[in-house]
């Protein structure tokens, strides 16, 4: 009979205790922006070099299949 008693309580508390965390969590509902920047860039190359291989993908045609992968 204990163990049960101590449980509901417990639950209880837990409850009441993320009821008030939600009201206050969803109290502000104003979100905070921050300013951000940007830098536009010119090159003369078309692409830059970053290190990497980059491979286009596209659909592959298999043999006797009409819908490629």
Do not use: H
């Not at 008693?5 to 009821?19: A, H, Q, R």
């Not at 939600?22 to 290190?51: C, H, I, M, V």
């Amino acid at each position: 009979m204990t163990t049960k008693l101590i449980k509901l309580l417990l639950f209880y508390v837990v409850g009441i205790f993320n009821f008030f965390r939600l009201k206050a969590k969803n109290s502000n509902p104003k979100k905070q922006w921050e300013q951000r920047f940007a830098f536009l860039t010119k090159t003369e190359d078309d692409y830059l070099e970053d290190g990497y291989k980059w491979r286009k993908y596209g659909k592959k045609a298999l043999q006797n299949n009409y819908f490629p992968r």
